[in-house]
Each structure stands twice: as C-alpha cells, then as structure tokens.
C-alpha cells in the first residue's frame, strides 16, 4: 500500500483539547458548519494565546444533526458526512470545550459569526451558556491597519506574516490568534483589553443573560 493511501488528510486528523487550567484563557476559535443552519458545526479549531505567542492547539471533527442532503458546504471547507460519520457529537466535544471558554476572552475572525454558531448549537442541544468576553479580530484589524483592499483572514493574516490552509478550523483559529497577536505588537499595547480601548472596538460578552457583539466602539 502506498504513502499516499496511508496518509490521512489534515483536515481529519484530530487534535485533542488538552485538560483545562485554573486561569481564564485567552484562545482564538473557529468552526466550519456543514448546512446553512448555524447549528450544524462539523469542525471546531483552538488556538490558546500565553506568554505572547501560541501556547496551544486543538481541531475536533463534530458530527452534525443534519441530514447528509442538507450540507452545503464541503466545497469550501474540504469535510463531507463520510468525514464525520464516526465523529462526536457536539455535546460530547462540547464536555470538553466548555472549560476552556468559561471565562475565557475568546479570539475570531468575523466573531458574530462563530458566537452565532456556538450560542445556536448549544440552544439546538439544550446546553447551558458560558459566560466569556469575546474579540473580534476582524473588527480590530479595520482600526489597527486602515486602507487595506481587504480584511479576509488570508489577507489580514499576511499582513502579519502568517500564511496558513483557508477554511481548516484549526489553522483559521491560529490565524485570528496571530493576527490579535501582531495587533498587540504593532499598536505597543501590554493586552487585549488595552489594545481594543487603543483600537476603540468594544470587547462583546456572551453569557446566560444574552450575547452583545464586538464592535467597532461609538
């Protein structure tokens, strides 16, 4: 048999979460969906921040509650049922994500976006909200470098000397936790929270009480 029957895609090659610690992290996360619903991730990417640079990285595959007819997007993220057919489910991933966002200032590109995923899937299982901050990367980004022709995660991640695989959960989070990094650096601030005051965007929140985005402060 060849290598190349042996070798497995990356986008199937999980990596797991790792025990959670006693302080709230700061992590960049990203989920691929498979159908037009929110509700139906298939793959979910971490990548934790310490220390001023990438501390840590997970990719679980999820096996979605939609029927295979309903998935819409395998022609962009590269994952079809086959792919998760014996994945977790999301409340299984879930026990050990849930964690790591409790608490957490969560980092993504375009954030309305994978908080909507999340808050719609666990609502879809019955699942209780964390309570985390959240930071939009692709806001800050618009307020840290002006004049860009675009502010996609592949060009932003440019920008900061990142180049990555687009629309792989994993390698999407890394990228928003590289851009939030290189924001830090190119601004001076000492932390996110000093950096988003600089950048004048607003740090959302999601919690039992509701969700309110990150934006761009008025």
């Known amino acids: 048999m060849s290598d190349a029957i042996l070798t497995r895609h990356p986008r199937v090659c999980e990596i797991p979460v790792p025990p959670a610690g006693d302080a709230p992290p700061v992590l960049a996360l990203d989920f691929e969906t498979a159908s037009m619903s929110r509700a139906t991730p298939c793959a979910v990417g971490l990548a934790w921040i310490a220390g001023g640079a990438v501390s840590g990285r997970a990719y679980r595959l999820i096996r979605p509650d939609c029927a295979p007819r309903a998935w819409c997007f395998g022609h962009i993220h590269g994952l079809y049922p086959d792919d998760v057919a014996d994945a977790a489910s999301f409340p299984e991933v879930w026990a050990d994500l849930a964690p790591h966002l409790d608490g957490a200032l969560v980092l993504a590109h375009n954030a309305a976006f994978d908080l909507g995923v999340l808050r719609q899937t666990l609502a879809a299982y019955g699942l ?71 950048a004048g965007v607003r740090i959302g929140a999601l919690g039992p009480e509701g969700y309110v985005s990150s934006v761009r402060g008025r």
């Open 128 to 198: 209780p909200v964390p309570r985390l901050r959240c930071l939009c990367t692709l806001v800050t980004a618009r307020r840290v470098w002006p004049g860009m022709p675009s502010y996609t995660l592949p060009r932003v991640a440019e920008r900061v000397g990142f180049r990555f695989s687009h629309h792989h959960a994993l390698e999407d989070a890394e990228a928003a936790a590289r851009i939030a990094l290189g924001a830090l650096a190119h601004t001076g601030t000492a932390d996110f929270d000093a950096l988003a005051a600089h």
